[in-house]
């Protein structure tokens, strides 16, 4: 199946996912001039009561800032942008959040925690397309079904929410059935692992925990710090504090003083998206990553991780064309 226009012609097959906090527009700019695909979470667009509306502004600001490098790159194009969407029933902003992007006409729209056939038809009423994250072949088949363009396969080591299965096993039984774009989510920081990706059956890969450290992300100095002398080692799947599993900075939660190894379970029925939520002070610098941070070295400005991972999918590409070729 040909991917939809929104997704070809990207400098490599790649999209920055979503990170809460920390994607705002200097990163989502950063990513889309350097020929990736930026997205940032709706809800990272918080102003404060009787204050104009942050998310149209960061809309407009994203499209204009586009729009001027397209006129001066016609031969270097951006590539489009993504807005995240909770749709978990706690995210009372959700329907305010549809029309303003409906409003911005936003390309691409990723979204969480539910799949809603009213939020794929806003989308495809603009002319957008809809992912939808999933982190098990159940889940996929319910997003398509209720009217997904696509999926992000979300498998172990992803950081933020993710699965628990192997890319291997996930990317196999989604492509079994379904045809259509199908990124994958799972430790992908590096050319090699994006190639690989494209390998298993996925169009390409979904990278967030290496834009941390980056010098655009919203992210304190200590957290991408942490992530750049952090490995796989160093994380930890729990559901403790979202309520959903996901992967977590080890150094981050001894520093709230509490034991990595002897996490407490949560109870899903509490989950909570929306603005109002609260969480122990204790959990403010409790930092989310995905495992494949050991690649990870420096920090560094957005354009020059993905020069980086663009030389490495490349090369990757060269070394295996000449070992597979052996075999044939």
Same mark, same amino acid.
């Given at each position: 199946?040909?991917?939809?226009?929104?997704?070809?012609?990207?400098?490599?097959?790649?999209?920055?996912?979503?990170?809460?906090?920390?994607?705002?527009?200097?990163?989502?700019?950063?990513?889309?001039?350097? $020929?990736?695909?930026?997205?940032?979470?709706?809800?990272?667009?918080?102003?404060?009561?009787?204050?104009?509306?942050?998310?149209?502004?960061?809309?407009?600001?994203?499209n204009e800032e586009?729009?001027?490098?397209?006129?001066?790159?016609?031969?270097?194009?951006?590539?489009?942008?993504?807005?995240?969407?909770?749709?978990?029933?706690s995210n009372g902003?959700?329907?305010?959040?549809?029309?303003?992007?409906?409003?911005?006409?936003?390309?691409?729209?990723?979204?969480?925690?539910?799949?809603?056939?009213?939020?794929?038809?806003?989308?495809?009423?603009?002319?957008?397309?809809?992912?939808?994250?999933?982190?098990?072949?159940?889940?996929?088949?319910?997003?398509?079904?209720?009217?997904?363009?696509?999926?992000?396969?979300?498998?172990?080591?992803?950081?933020?929410h993710a699965g628990?299965?192997?890319?291997?096993?996930?990317?196999?039984?989604?492509?079994?059935?379904?045809?259509?774009?199908?990124?994958?989510?799972?430790?992908?920081?590096?050319?090699?692992?994006?190639?690989?990706?494209?390998?298993?059956?996925?169009?390409?890969?979904?990278? $967030?925990?290496?834009?941390?450290?980056?010098?655009?992300?919203?992210?304190?100095?200590?957290?991408?710090?942490?992530?750049?002398?952090?490995?796989?080692?160093?994380?930890?799947?729990?559901?403790?504090?979202?309520?959903?599993?996901?992967?977590?900075?080890?150094?981050?939660?001894?520093?709230?003083?509490?034991?990595?190894?002897?996490?407490?379970?949560?109870?899903?029925?509490?989950?909570?998206?929306?603005?109002?939520?609260?969480?122990?002070?204790?959990?403010?610098?409790?930092?989310?990553?995905?495992?494949?941070?050991?690649?990870?070295?420096?920090?560094?400005?957005?354009?020059?991780?993905?020069?980086?991972?663009?030389?490495?999918?490349?090369?990757?590409?060269?070394?295996?064309?000449?070992?597979?070729?052996?075999?044939?």
């Amino acid at each position: 199946m040909t991917l939809p226009a929104q997704l070809q012609n990207l400098r490599i097959p790649l999209i920055g996912s979503p990170l809460f906090i920390i994607s705002n527009p200097d990163l989502v700019i950063a990513q889309c001039k350097a $020929g990736i695909v930026g997205s940032f979470p709706a809800l990272n667009a918080r102003e404060k009561d009787g204050d104009p509306i942050l998310l149209e502004q960061w809309l407009t600001r994203i499209n204009e800032e586009l729009d001027r490098h397209n006129q001066a790159n016609p031969d270097n194009p951006a590539a489009p942008y993504a807005v995240n969407q909770i749709v978990h029933r706690s995210n009372g902003r959700l329907e305010r959040d549809i029309e303003i992007c409906v409003k911005h006409k936003v390309p691409v729209w990723i979204t969480s925690l539910g799949a809603r056939v009213e939020v794929n038809e806003a989308a495809h009423s603009v002319g957008g397309i809809t992912l939808h994250d999933v982190i098990n072949d159940k889940f996929a088949h319910k997003a398509i079904e209720k009217g997904a363009d696509g999926l992000i396969a979300v498998a172990a080591g992803a950081g933020g929410h993710a699965g628990a299965l192997s890319p291997m096993a996930l990317v196999q039984e989604i492509r079994a059935w379904f045809d259509g774009p199908l990124f994958l989510s799972g430790s992908i920081a590096t050319g090699d692992a994006l190639l690989a990706a494209q390998a298993m059956g996925a169009d390409g890969g979904y990278a $967030g925990s290496a834009f941390i450290a980056t010098e655009e992300a919203n992210a304190e100095d200590r957290y991408k710090h942490m992530i750049v002398e952090s490995g796989a080692s160093d994380i930890v799947y729990s559901d403790l504090f979202t309520g959903v599993w996901g992967n977590y900075l080890k150094p981050s939660i001894a520093a709230a003083g509490m034991d990595p190894e002897n996490l407490e379970r949560s109870d899903p029925s509490k989950m909570n998206f929306g603005e109002n939520r609260k969480k122990p002070k204790s959990w403010k610098e409790i930092w989310g990553s995905g495992q494949g941070i050991g690649a990870v070295k420096d920090v560094v400005p957005a354009a020059q991780l993905i020069d980086r991972i663009a030389t490495e999918y490349f090369a990757a590409f060269e070394r295996l064309s000449g070992q597979v070729g052996r075999y044939r």
